[in-house]
């Protein structure tokens, strides 16, 4: 099963890198999408079958894979926004950074002291890959709805850290995990819906009011 | 008896979904917070949490729990004074969420289980951006993008520290598991860097929902522009509540033995948020922000006085129940000013004394309790804290700690004179004190008043029990 592992895996940083390089925003949210998709596979393909496993990949799939982006795809949808038009740093020098954040993450997990059976593979490099290519779209884009990819790509890579334990998480802490997440970007829809509203734009440089 | 404590308020809820009457809908607020604290008080005694329990309460989620259910039942009265004169933004969506909010952060307080921490106090930031909504204008909006954003992002990190402490369990030849006894009586034999790692992330990402500098940029926007007894419920409860969470992991550390690394840490984010605090609250002209950033100021002062632990520990417990009841106060008092000025910037807040004779003394007598001021209650607790930082042979600390604190008191000083003294320049509104709008920051300002002058000794011994949970296990 390892192979299946790092083919997923590897598919997972490539597609962070897609998001980091691409201006479009439904791409952005379908390779997402392809993301918690894969991810979900994750806990079958590490632990095996079993009821715990199998219950927490299809609640995974379900809504990493299926509705949380059909509800972001929705928002943009109301709100008629294409592109990342200006982010505040360029895609091309973003998608650079992506990649030292990619080997860094590599390098850093060699050097952590894993448990042995956790040595060989790639998810903790993944993960952490993954992570900081959330933060880095948190930071660098000025449209509320990349911000939103960005914290579900930060809430994947956690994910894939979180396989490495998953007999540590009982099933009903994984479902409050998954739900809680699924409304946050509910409740982050109906705000992006009321920027739109209010400011006729989702850039993020606009909410600047409050301030000292 | 907890579960039904935790669940007490989601029906009520769920019924002010379906009922058609407005005053009615309000009311079942402070129906709730009365049966919810009557329900905490009966639970005064009870049998300490077992190893794979999910929920328990010790002495110091007893201690946060009477808090916060003392302040949420003070913020329902209030509300529903407040919400008869705001019909025009409905109370829909206003009274299911404080239930929520409430059940939510029960949970939270009780929680035994860190996953289920994690899973309540993210509820908790959830059902609450709506209520920061409540106003609904461009303001209140951009407060609560960043407010929701920035905490999800920071509980987002929580997770990954709990993770981390997951980590460190695993290969001791036992399934890990996420139990927080289990955890503390395994500690010992927990991997260290992983627990290390855990327990920074838990408390950056706590922190970041306790408020404490540099993590706080959120708080100013949300208190500003949520209504006032949303601020209270926030800044006495909420952040209550997520400093619990980070007194957990300090357990944890200290039953690993580790508690000198997450004393340092404590006292340096705790001394940053008092100097980060005093410097934003000098010259603050918008009575509402400089009440977001003494919360800030506060909650350092509550790190700081666990991070040095002994006797600050007793004395950071004991500000932990007097900076709730004054910032309820505070906020409340502070939304009726804003209520009769049509502003809360010191541009049009003039003379608040002469115009509203109760909530402007409340106010400025709420300002005095909070800054430290004899006799009230959290004058006792910040001494205790100092003198905690003598015996523990840190005057340097002592001495930041005491001017930070004279040049807080002197800029919060400033905006409040400023605000309650005066003459009333423009002819002021029709908003007049109302008994629900005045009674409950009043009760509160006495509990303060009593707290300073007398510590019951049930109290006192529920505080001591708290402390020493955090103490080193040897």
């Given at each position: 099963m390892s192979d299946v592992n790092s083919v997923i895996l590897l598919v997972v940083i490539l597609l962070n890198f897609f998001t980091l390089g691409s201006a479009r925003l439904v791409a952005c949210i379908r390779a997402v999408a392809l993301q918690g998709a894969l991810l979900a596979l994750l806990p079958v393909t590490v632990h095996g079958f079993s009821g715990h496993s199998l219950i927490l990949a299809l609640g995974a799939f379900t809504l990493k894979g299926l509705f949380i982006p059909w509800l972001l795809l929705r928002a943009i949808r109301e709100v008629r926004i294409r592109r990342e038009?200006?982010?505040?740093?360029g895609l091309v020098p973003t998608l650079f950074l992506g990649v030292l954040a990619t080997v860094a993450a590599f390098l850093f997990a060699d050097r952590l002291p894993l448990l042995l059976e956790h040595q060989e593979g790639l998810l903790v490099p993944a993960s952490l890959a993954t992570m900081l290519t959330g933060f880095l779209l948190l930071m660098t884009r000025r449209k509320a709805i990349t911000q939103v990819v960005g914290y579900l790509i930060l809430e994947n890579g956690i994910f894939v850290f979180g396989v490495l334990l998953s007999t540590a998480m009982p099933l009903v802490v994984e479902a409050g995990v998954l739900l809680d997440l699924l409304v946050a970007v509910f409740v982050m829809g109906i705000v992006l819906n009321q920027i739109n509203r209010e400011f006729a734009t989702i850039n993020t440089e606009r909410l600047s009011a409050l301030k000292e | 008896m907890l579960v039904a404590l935790i669940l007490l308020p989601l029906l009520p809820a769920a019924l002010s979904l379906v009922l058609p009457w407005y005053q009615l809908r309000s009311w079942l607020l402070p129906a709730t917070g009365a049966a919810h604290l009557g329900l905490v008080l009966l639970m005064a005694g009870g049998a300490p949490p077992t190893p794979h329990s999910w929920i328990g309460l010790d002495a110091l989620s007893r201690l946060v729990l009477l808090v916060t259910s003392l302040l949420f039942l003070g913020c329902a009265f209030y509300a529903v004074d407040y919400l008869a004169m705001r019909r025009d933004r409905g109370n829909r969506v206003m009274v299911p969420c404080l239930l929520v909010f409430l059940s939510a952060m029960t949970l939270a307080i009780s929680a035994r289980h860190l996953g289920l921490l994690w899973v309540a106090v993210e509820t908790t930031t959830l059902v609450s951006a709506p209520l920061i909504y409540f106003n609904r204008n461009r303001l209140s909006i951009e407060a609560t993008w960043k407010y929701l954003l920035l905490c999800s992002v920071g509980i987002a990190l929580a997770m990954l520290g709990l993770m981390f402490v997951g980590y460190s369990a695993l290969g001791g030849g036992a399934a890990a598991s996420l139990h927080f006894d289990w955890l503390l009586e395994r500690a010992p034999s927990l991997s260290r860097p992983w627990l290390h790692a855990g327990f920074v992330f838990l408390l950056v990402g706590f922190g970041t929902k306790v408020g404490l500098a540099p993590l706080h940029s959120w708080k100013p926007d949300a208190y500003g522009e949520a209504p006032a007894l949303v601020g209270a419920l926030l800044s006495g409860g909420l952040t209550s509540v997520s400093f619990l969470a980070i007194l957990r992991a300090m357990q944890l550390m200290s039953a690993a033995g580790d508690q000198l690394m997450a004393r340092q840490a404590l006292v340096g984010l705790g001394l940053l948020s008092l100097l980060l605090a005093a410097v934003f609250m000098?010259?603050?002209?918008?009575i509402k922000r400089m009440l977001a950033y003494s919360s800030v100021e506060h909650m350092g002062i509550l790190a700081l006085g666990v991070g040095i632990g002994g006797l600050a520990t007793f004395g950071a417990l004991l500000h932990l129940i007097n900076n709730a009841l004054t910032k309820g106060c505070l906020f409340l008092t502070a939304g009726n000013i804003q209520r009769a000025f049509?502003?809360?910037?010191l541009s049009e807040v003039r003379g608040a004394l002469s115009v509203l004779p109760l909530s402007g003394g409340l106010f400025l007598a709420g300002f005095l309790a909070i800054t430290g001021?004899?006799?009230?209650g959290p004058f006792l607790s910040e001494f205790t804290i100092l003198r905690g930082l003598f015996a523990a042979d840190r005057p340097f600390i002592a001495a930041a700690f005491l001017l930070l604190l004279a040049v807080i008191f002197i800029g919060m000083g400033a905006t409040v004179l400023a605000a309650t003294?005066?003459?009333?320049g423009e002819p002021p509104g029709r908003f007049k004190d109302r008994l629900l709008l005045v009674a409950p920051p009043l009760v509160m300002l006495l509990l303060v008043l009593g707290l300073g002058l007398y510590l019951p000794e049930p109290l006192r011994q529920l505080l001591e029990a708290g402390a020493h949970l955090l103490e080193v296990r040897s």
């Open positions: 038009m200006e982010p505040l740093i | 000098v010259r603050q002209p918008d049509a502003s809360k910037h001021a004899p006799p009230f003294q005066g003459e009333a």
